[in-house]
């Protein structure tokens, strides 16, 4: 009998449902009623299995579209961020409700402690900002980036099975997308200009597309070695691979290729255990002959007439022309206008996001190239590091610095000090990813996109993760500087 009442209950409920949508539809006054089944669903699995969410994001996050050209005042990737708000909104309610129920391990670890103050030092230069409702609402997607790709999606990557499912829900995609480019970039040669664009809509352009195809090259190399793989999954992986090295090769993107480099020197470091201050003593000593002969080095720059072409060579050389190369002049047009504005606002910046706004008349004419703008419309300071000097003063790149130091320590250590094989292959893969990426920094930035804000918090969660759930606490007693 109750099975037969849940029947009839099922049959009036969307008898009742399908009459109010032709009545609303009829008289013209609501045409989305249909959809509330729709929000239904995925309400539960935002109460119940936010996992599923997370992976939904992740998945959509290489083909999601960004809608500005919709002139709907704002900026918005469908269908990820307004998805990513709602996690962070509902993980915030439940801490507010009981923070107890979430792993004091994950809230106490350094990297956490590094972000909270991180977001804190945005908002008070959010405060005190030249344009403060751009400034928060820089705040506000950085927290809903933040909150469901490192501190959600940490706890979720407790199962290491689950740091798999991450690394291939965007890989699987990104095939697609390449798939996409390299279909559009046949029709006309595979030439070098138009390489530029060829992956709009889904990347907006060459440079953001190489920085994810480079985030995930060390991954997917990782995997063709990965112990105790199925022969055909093997298989795939060197397929997966090979479309790798030739999409990264055809996105005519310098700074993937420089950021690959890196990441293979870091890998060296840490396969042959050269100390922390050892690397340390080195970079100073680096610094300290670059900074003592620098006006030699640019000399010799200067003299690098080498353009940018479809030569791999050639065009891996312009990368140091810094005399006619358009791109690279502009870059530094925009670095050095990014220390005029720190100099000019050196404790508090000038609000986060604003750079785009308020650079312009710190540009210098004789500097300026056939690509600068006035208009604060062709984006921004092309670093995270000078971002953040120009946006939130000295404490704001100290602070990119300190974050990017323990995410690199944390890295490294859980590489070192586990026993496990698959975790070791598991934090190489997410450090190098990460390695890429904090290079790729040095040119451009693009963490206020969800194209690259997904993988760099979600390859930071890997790392704590690993390190908070798969290393013994006698591993972690182990020291290793």
């Not at 977001?119 to 820089?138: Q, R």
């Not at 390489?195 to 907006?204: I, Q």
């Not at 000399?299 to 353009?307: G, S």
């Amino acid at each position: 009998m109750a099975e037969k009442s849940k029947i009839i209950w099922v049959y009036v409920l969307s008898a009742l449902f399908l009459a109010i949508n032709i009545y609303l539809v009829v008289n013209r006054q609501m045409f989305w009623f249909f959809l509330l089944p729709v929000a239904l669903v995925v309400l539960y699995y935002y109460i119940y299995e936010m996992d599923v969410i997370l992976m939904f994001i992740t998945f959509f996050t290489p083909l999601a579209v960004n809608i500005k050209e919709l002139e709907l005042g704002f900026d918005v990737s469908l269908p990820t961020e307004p998805l990513m708000l709602g996690v962070t909104v509902i993980f915030l309610a439940n801490i507010l409700i009981d923070h107890r129920r979430y792993d004091k391990r994950l809230a106490n670890h350094p990297i956490s402690y590094v972000i909270y103050f991180m977001l804190f030092w945005m908002f008070i230069t959010a405060l005190t900002s030249e344009m403060p409702l751009v400034s928060f609402k820089y705040l506000a997607a950085r927290i809903w980036f933040v909150v469901p790709f490192y501190f959600v999606l940490a706890y979720w990557l407790k199962d290491k099975k689950n740091i798999h499912r991450f690394f291939w829900l965007y890989i699987i995609p990104l095939l697609g997308v390449i798939a996409y480019t390299l279909i559009n970039h046949s029709k006309y040669g595979f030439d070098e200009e138009t390489g530029h664009w060829v992956m709009t809509p889904f990347y907006n352009d060459h440079t953001a597309y190489g920085a994810a195809l480079a985030m995930y090259f060390p991954v997917v190399t990782g995997y063709m070695f990965y112990p105790k793989i199925k022969v055909w999954k093997r298989f795939f992986v060197v397929v997966t691979f090979v479309i790798f090295t030739i999409a990264i090769i055809l996105s005519y993107s310098r700074a993937a290729w420089l950021s690959l480099g890196a990441a293979l020197g870091v890998f060296i470091l840490v396969i042959l255990k050269i100390k922390f201050r050892w690397l340390l003593i080195t970079l100073v000593l680096l610094l300290s002959i670059f900074f003592s002969f620098q006006h030699q080095i640019l000399d010799k720059l200067e003299k690098n007439k080498t353009e940018s072409s479809r030569n791999f060579v050639e065009h891996l050389e312009s990368m140091t022309n810094i005399s006619s190369d358009a791109s690279n002049l502009e870059r530094i047009n925009r670095w050095q206008s990014a220390l005029r504005l720190f100099k000019e606002r050196p404790v508090f910046g000038w609000g986060p996001g604003t750079y785009q706004f308020v650079y312009a008349p710190f540009q210098m004419s004789k500097e300026k190239t056939i690509i600068s703008t006035n208009l604060g419309d062709k984006g921004n300071a092309h670093s995270e590091y000078l971002g953040p000097l120009s946006e939130q003063g000295v404490l704001g790149i100290l602070i990119v610095f300190t974050l990017v130091g323990f995410i690199v320590y944390t890295g490294v250590t859980v590489y070192i000090k586990s026993k496990d094989k698959e975790v070791k292959f598991l934090s190489m893969m997410a450090l190098l990813g990460l390695v890429t990426y904090f290079t790729h920094g040095f040119l451009n930035n693009f963490l206020d996109t969800d194209k690259l804000s997904v993988p760099v918090w979600g390859f930071t969660a890997v790392l704590v993760a690993l390190n908070v759930y798969h290393l013994t606490e006698k591993e972690k007693q182990h020291k290793i500087v």
